[in-house]
């Protein structure tokens, strides 16, 4: 069911951990499955020198978070910005369809740590999209309107 790509990075994740002085922090969390991801990066210069994470989740999302780190290390802000869910299910040489939303996840995370940078920089922060893989939320969101 998974490539090998993925149980490489399931078995040994690289940048499990927590930097302690991190210039940014992005805290993310599925509503349906309940697993949570945490990214740090580390930037100088506009460029990202470090990235760890802290994921409580399924072996895709930890693969994911793995892959989405070593993805956005020496990537400027603004490229790491379009690291997408894709292309990080892409470097793990695809993930089954109903394990895509892990590796949403780790586009949210990465979004998130580099807007919470860009906040402590006094910079506005990026629109996060709201693309179609975004629909878990929004449907939690339309459920809870729909309850009150
Ligand atoms: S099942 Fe929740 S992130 Fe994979």
Not at 71 to 76: D, E, V
Not at 77 to 87: K, L
Not at 121 to 148: D, I, K, M, N, Y
């Amino acid at each position: 069911m998974y490539s090998q790509k993925v149980m490489e990075h399931f078995m040994k994740p690289r940048n499990v951990g927590v930097i302690e002085d991190a210039d940014g922090v992005g805290e993310v969390g599925n509503p349906v499955c309940g697993d949570i991801m945490k990214i740090y990066i580390k930037v100088k210069d506009n460029r990202i020198v470090d990235a760890k994470f802290m994921t409580f989740g399924c072996g895709a999302a930890i693969a994911s978070s793995s892959m989405a780190t070593e993805l956005i290390k020496g990537k400027t802000v603004d490229e790491a910005w379009e690291v997408s869910n894709a292309s990080v299910a892409e470097a793990l040489e695809g993930l089954p369809p109903i394990k895509m939303h892990c590796s949403v996840l780790a586009e949210e995370g990465i979004h998130k740590a580099i807007n919470d940078y860009r906040k402590k920089q006094g910079l506005e922060p990026w629109a996060e999209e709201r693309g179609a893989h975004h629909a878990l939320h929004t449907g939690a969101a339309e459920t809870q309107e729909t309850r009150s």
